[in-house]
């Protein structure tokens, strides 16, 4: 299961999914109204859409592992895992709105939100591989 090189960048996609709860994306003052302006870190926890979408990303990954006898559906999550990772990078984005303008800025841990379409689509990339493969061997039969 592991041998594959998709099993990896499917699970290297879930653990960071995992660090997206934990670590910060952005860190700067939010103002809200009626209370004074206070430094805030946006996490996935910050927003209950993120959080959904994080915790679908990391099943889907975790999920997608395991289905390494059914290429064509693995694929297809692939693809799914991709388009909610973006999804979560708009919404990451859309928060950063929330905070005060020039007071803020990006953290280093916000490399963890890129880097899961990145792969989601090398894993992809290595399952549409593998599924020529069967192809071009099912018709040397």
């Not at 009626?34 to 994080?54: E, K, N």
């Not at 709105?97 to 490399?111: C, M």
Request: glycine share 4%.
């Amino acid at each position: 299961m592991l041998q594959r090189m998709q099993s990896v960048w499917l699970l290297l996609a879930a653990i960071d999914a995992v660090l997206t709860i934990k670590f910060s994306f952005y860190s700067g003052n939010m103002e809200v109204p009626g209370q004074p302006v206070s430094f805030q870190y946006l996490t996935a926890t910050f927003s209950i859409w993120i959080l959904i979408v994080t915790i679908a990303i990391t099943c889907i990954a975790a999920i997608d592992i395991f289905l390494y006898k059914n290429r064509k559906l693995q694929g297809r999550l692939a693809i799914l895992g991709i388009l909610l990772s973006l999804l979560n990078i708009f919404l990451y984005l859309q928060q950063i709105h929330r905070f005060v303008e020039n007071q803020g800025s990006h953290t280093i841990t916000s490399v963890f939100v890129f880097v899961i379409p990145i792969f989601f689509f090398l894993a992809w990339r290595g399952i549409y591989r593998d599924q020529k493969l069967v192809k071009s061997l099912d018709r040397l039969r």
